[in-house]
């Protein structure tokens, strides 16, 4: 009996065992099967992290389509330090990224204004402090990062805290600084970076975390771009380690696709700190790139993006579980980037191609010149910039790629950043002289008949009184070569560029008209281009006044051929001869064409030209002043006929030499325009040190016969105006 109810308890026990059994390996398969991977992202997943994706810049291509600055897909390493852990744990990850960048020579953001070796140096003249366009001096991104830490880690002088920096009327008034060793001990001392750490390393951590400190600071963000354009070997390397909070992502790059018009396409870079607080207005974040000069930074609006906006699920180690794009409060549409407008611009890259050659020859082939010039070829009847050169160039898709081609650059002392068509100023020496002639037959103080004698040094008649004292200026030919050019009327006195001829027109006009027209003309002013561009002066008692010189009867004789203290762009020259030719409508010049959609399917703006000032120019008088145009291009007894007489359409010209100093060449200056019936284009064209305008006529000819000629035209025809995507 008492067997039989063991018997009985063991089998009920059993059961009870494997009902359990039963439930445990049901309860175990409903948790790892059934909702398995709910639980398991649930586990895995801690942080939401939001994440400001960049749109696409548009293109800039030429006024036919032809691509100038495109994008190129590659990677780019961003970092998020909210994932790093504390102080040691993060600084040990940072260096071991800092050590495979420098293995693979792998250059990341680093905008700490400190020199990257010891002795250390301060690479900016304001590292701390600026004085802001209102006057006021303000935190750089360094001092403000140094004035917000902790009262134990202060290391700013009393006298440079906010409240009292808002009580500074000027840099100066502050006093001395920290020095760049300070404030490198102090930051070493604040992020914590342990003392066996190198001072090499301890910069370049420094600079990491400076750019991850301000963006949390002032951006409420942690993530920041550490290196764009990164190669497979670094990604490989970053991969194989596992660092944490390094993350790796798809975006697109600038590419240049042709080696010229450095001067004009510009770069995009960081956004610098004296501008951060317009570009933080506009809606920017910090880790934003945008157009530093040039195209990219005139047209900054049409080529930026609308950025977007991602929300990823990271794991406590970093890793990026899932992304989504996060929705529009409003329309509940995804916020995803929107690429940024193409814009079309009036260069033609063929010619911008061809003047940029031309240019080079003509100054290497020349003697004793400053190898320094510029050239360009403008449009007249609607300002447009065909093409604009300046010699020495560089090429954008080098020159930022590495230090040594930048330093290279740099240390050129011929400056080859500058732009000498918009940036430098000259004296436009004869090529005045057409100024001088319009405005003397508009005033009535002459006729394009009439003949004025050229007796080697100014003699005015003896019935006028002859107010220059014991100054009798010379006419070049007389002065060259003891000779004199006789009587001549207006059309020989431009071909001949008769410098008595047009002492005696500056003599009967006086230095007020003078002046006038050259305003009328837009001389002394800035012409409108989108670019950076120099503003010069016209000869006066009051240029002469700001310069600190005094003003004497005879500089109106020098003025009155381009000479005394007229400084004119080489910009400037060319849009007052393009406003004589066309008639008297003086436009600005401009760069944009059209701006297309990002697919290039619509027009979302076109430029339409209106003049910003209409002369009213007797068309008499222009064809008059157009004839001695056409003289020094055409007639034998010029000096340039032979490079000009033969081109593929007629032309009209004047050259010029503006005399710099009594122990150096002259720089040698010329204008053409072309066809000579029915204007479309000017030239303008400089060498420094060049001694004659002469010695441009072939290169000026050349840069015609290319322009009208078949090679050109066939090559450019049917594409303006259409689809090129």
């Not at 309860?27 to 942080?47: C, F, M, P």
């Not at 900016?124 to 360094?142: H, I, W």
């Not at 002088?157 to 502050?174: F, G």
């Not at 600071?217 to 194989?240: G, L, M, N, P, W």
């Amino acid at each position: 009996m008492e067997g039989k109810q063991f018997h009985i308890r063991t089998i009920v026990v059993g059961l009870l065992l494997f009902a359990l059994l039963a439930a445990f390996i049901g309860n175990l398969y409903h948790l790892q099967v059934v909702k398995g991977d709910e639980y398991r992202a649930a586990s895995t997943v801690k942080i939401s992290n939001t994440v400001t994706v960049e749109a696409a810049r548009g293109e800039i291509v030429d006024r036919y389509g032809r691509s100038m600055v495109s994008n190129r897909a590659t990677y780019e390493i961003t970092l998020n330090s909210s994932v790093m852990g504390a102080e040691a744990e993060r600084n040990a990850n940072l260096l071991e990224l800092i050590h495979i960048c420098q293995a693979n020579g792998l250059e990341w953001e680093d905008t700490l204004p400190i020199s990257k070796e010891a002795p250390f140096t301060y690479t900016s003249e304001t590292p701390l402090v600026y004085t802001n366009s209102k006057g006021k001096v303000t935190f750089t991104y360094l001092g403000a990062l140094l004035d917000a830490l902790p009262l134990g880690a202060s290391i700013l002088p009393d006298r440079w805290r906010t409240e009292d920096l808002e009580k500074a009327t000027s840099l100066e008034a502050l006093g001395e600084g920290l020095t760049a060793q300070e404030v490198i001990d102090g930051l070493r001392q604040y992020f914590l970076i342990d003392e066996s750490v190198s001072d090499a390393d301890a910069r370049a951590l420094i600079g990491v975390l400076y750019e991850l400190n301000l963006r949390s600071r002032s951006v409420k963000q942690t993530e920041y771009i550490f290196a764009q354009d990164v190669d497979i070997d670094v990604i490989s390397a970053i991969k194989e380690h596992s660092l944490t909070g390094v993350n790796i992502s798809a975006t697109t790059v600038r590419q240049y696709n042709t080696t010229s018009a450095a001067h004009l396409l510009g770069r995009v870079g960081s956004i610098q700190s004296a501008n951060w607080e317009t570009y933080k207005a506009k809606g920017y974040n910090m880790n934003d790139k945008v157009g530093i000069d040039g195209m990219e930074a005139a047209f900054e609006d049409y080529l930026r993006g609308k950025s977007g906006t991602l929300i990823q699920e990271m794991s406590t180690s970093g890793k990026v579980v899932s992304e989504s794009w996060k929705l529009d409060s409003e329309t509940g549409e995804p916020l995803e980037p929107e690429p940024g407008y193409n814009v079309m611009s009036t260069i033609d890259l063929r010619l911008q191609e061809k003047v940029e050659q031309v240019l080079a020859d003509t100054i290497e082939n020349l003697a004793n010149t400053k190898e320094k010039g510029a050239v360009i070829v403008q449009s007249v009847n609607d300002g447009g910039i065909l093409a604009m050169a300046s010699y020495p160039t560089y090429n954008l898709s080098e020159v930022y790629s590495s230090n040594e081609a930048y330093q290279a650059v740099v240390n050129d002392t011929r400056n080859p950043f500058t732009n000498r068509a918009t940036s430098e100023i000259y004296y436009p020496g004869s090529t005045f002289k057409p100024l001088v002639a319009i405005a003397a037959l508009q005033e009535g103080l002459v006729t394009p008949t009439e003949e004025i004698e050229d007796t080697g040094s100014l003699q005015l008649p003896e019935e006028e009184h002859y107010p220059y004292g014991d100054y009798h200026p010379q006419c070049w030919i007389y002065r060259q070569y003891r000779g004199t050019h006789g009587w001549e009327n207006m059309a020989d006195a431009l071909r001949d560029s008769c410098n008595i001829y047009f002492y005696t027109l500056g003599h009967r006009l006086g230095i007020d008209k003078i002046d006038e027209y050259a305003a009328m003309f837009g001389l002394g002013q800035k012409t409108g281009l989108e670019l950076s561009e120099a503003e010069g002066y016209v000869a006066g008692p009051e240029t002469s006044a700001m310069l600190g010189q005094e003003w004497y009867g005879g500089n109106l004789l020098s003025a009155a051929i381009g000479q005394d203290n007229t400084k004119i762009t080489m910009l400037q020259l060319s849009n007052y001869i393009a406003t004589l030719i066309n008639g008297g409508n003086r436009y600005e010049t401009h760069l944009l064409k059209t701006v297309k959609s990002s697919d290039y399917s619509e027009t979302v703006y076109e430029y339409e030209a209106e003049p910003v000032e209409q002369l009213d120019l007797n068309p008499a008088w222009v064809e008059a002043v157009k004839e001695g145009m056409w003289k020094v291009a055409n007639d034998e007894e010029s000096t340039v006929d032979q490079y000009l007489s033969n081109l593929a359409v007629e032309v009209g010209a004047k050259t010029g030499s503006a005399q710099v100093s009594a122990d150096e060449n002259a720089n040698a200056v010329f204008v053409l325009f072309a066809p000579y019936d029915d204007p479309e284009i000017v030239i303008s064209m400089v060498v420094e040190g060049g001694a004659s305008g002469a010695n441009l006529a072939s290169a000026a000819g050349e840069i015609v016969n290319y322009y009208f000629g078949s090679e050109h035209t066939m090559e450019s025809v049917g594409t303006e105006n259409t689809l090129i995507r």
